[in-house]
């Protein structure tokens, strides 16, 4: 069974400062890795998709990395502002055909001026 | 095309009603996801429509909870005799051919 685990529970930061998300999963055959942010009361918004295939995606001050033999990926936001302040979930989507992702509960976040 | 949307977006019942949750996906998505969320967790799977098909269903789910999709479009959970464990938040998922998953706002149920 699939088990994803996000470090750190939460983290509370400058305003301006680099950002590292880590999210780790148990087993390596995945299809895709997601990663979403979500505001309080909200639902869940879509940042980037990693597939498989690929080592990493960016979307302006985000990038995204994936190391299936490891078990990892990270997300690196960058010049972080008070409105990054959400929290950030991960989610796999294991190989296979069921199409069932599996959810980290989250690294919260908090930018501060 | 404006993205998942859910209806209502907040609930309040008694313990023991019914209630009915709708989600309509974007269009163009055959996949259709229901999840439930509380606190300080992540989202956890309920359920899974492929076009009307209804592939997969947790473990955790009881017989209280029903879903369906007809004709492949929008989606309806029913949770029937609710619990004050019930309480959470109910979001909907939908995504196409590159399984990237889009969520709807959700539905926030309150049990009393």
């Known amino acids: 069974k699939q088990e994803v685990t996000q470090i750190p529970a939460a983290l509370s930061v400058p305003e301006g400062e680099n950002l590292v998300l880590n999210c780790s999963f148990t087993?390596?055959?995945?299809?895709?890795l997601q990663w979403f942010r979500q505001d309080p009361g909200k639902g869940l918004t879509s940042l980037l998709l990693i597939q498989s295939s690929q080592r990493e995606q960016t979307s302006g001050r985000l990038n995204a990395s994936l190391d299936k033999s490891s078990g990892r990926s990270t997300l690196y936001i960058a010049a972080s502002q008070p409105g990054d302040s959400a929290t950030y979930l991960c989610a796999v989507m294991a190989s296979g055909g069921s199409y069932i992702p599996t959810f980290g509960r989250g690294t919260s976040l908090i930018v501060h001026p | 095309d404006t993205g998942v949307s859910q209806d209502p977006r907040h609930k309040i019942t008694k313990r023991g009603q019914n209630v009915t949750f709708r989600c309509d996906p974007i269009s163009e998505h055959n996949r259709l996801y229901w999840y439930r969320q509380t606190l300080g967790q992540g989202p956890e799977f309920l359920t899974y429509f492929q076009n009307e098909a209804q592939l997969e269903k947790s473990r955790l789910l009881s017989d209280r909870f029903s879903a369906e999709r007809p004709k492949g479009s929008f989606s309806t959970l029913e949770i029937q005799r609710t619990e004050q464990g019930d309480s959470a938040m109910y979001l909907c998922?939908?995504?196409?051919?590159?399984?990237?998953?889009?969520f709807g706002p959700g539905t926030r149920l309150t049990v009393l």
């Open positions: 087993d390596s055959a995945i299809y895709n």
């Open positions: 998922a939908s995504s196409g051919d590159r399984n990237e998953q889009f």
